[in-house]
Structure formats: structure tokens, C-alpha cells
Nanobody, 124 residues
């Protein structure tokens, strides 16, 4: 059974930072591409950042590039998202995603597995 458990969400003021972490089990972690997506009510889930299974290539949506950093740690089976200079428009439910594909501009394509999500709220 595949599980992806996110932690680290919360309430932060504009300009602040948060670090999300996702712990994965049930798959051969090192062989999968990983990503973070976000969703606000009434809108589609959208990719935020992704990282190739080799850990070298990354992909970010334009409005977080330079503020967010994705990293993976195969030893403890985690993928993190460091979020700096947060803005109110970053407020969303953030989901960890696991997939077999890595596509520049499309992140993981259609992820195979999802976490349950963690809420990030940025107050102005």
C-alpha cells in the first residue's frame, strides 16, 4: 500500500517561510519522480514543483521559481518543499505527488499517487 504523508503546513504572515515535508512508503522511492501540487477551492489542482528520480532535474511553476525549493532525500524517503517569501496567493492545500513521468512544464504529468494534503495559509 502506497502512502504519502505531508507535514509542515500552517499559518504564516506575508514574507514568511514554511517547509513542507512528505514521507513516502510502499514504493521503491529512489525510482520515482516526486512533486508538490496545490489546490484552492473551486479550482483545479496545479503543479508547484517537481524533482526527477535522479534528483538533478527540477521544475517549478513560474510564480514560485526563486522562492520555493524542492529537494528529495532517498535515505529517509522524504521530499521537501522549502517556501520562502510567501504571498497570500500561495494560500492553498498542498499535496505530495508520486509519479513515473517527469515533464518540463508539466511536472509529473498524471501522478500515480497522492498524499492527503496539508493546508498553507498566508495572511496579509
Amino acid at each position: 500500500q502506497v502512502q504519502a504523508v505531508e507535514t509542515g503546513g500552517g499559518l504564516v504572515q506575508v514574507g514568511g517561510s514554511l517547509r513542507l515535508s512528505c514521507t513516502v512508503s510502499g514504493v521503491i522511492f529512489a525510482q520515482y519522480n516526486l512533486g508538490w501540487y496545490r489546490q484552492v477551492p473551486g479550482k483545479e489542482r496545479e503543479p508547484v514543483a517537481c524533482i526527477h528520480w535522479r534528483g538533478v532535474d527540477t521544475d517549478y511553476r513560474d510564480d514560485v521559481d526563486g522562492r520555493f525549493t524542492i529537494s528529495r532525500h532517498n535515505g529517509n524517503r522524504t521530499v521537501d518543499l522549502q517556501m520562502n517569501s510567501l504571498k497570500p496567493e500561495d494560500t492553498a492545500m498542498y499535496y505530495c505527488a508520486i509519479g513515473q513521468y517527469f515533464l518540463k512544464g508539466q511536472c509529473l504529468g498524471r501522478p500515480h499517487y497522492w498524499g492527503q494534503g496539508t493546508q498553507v495559509t498566508v495572511s496579509s
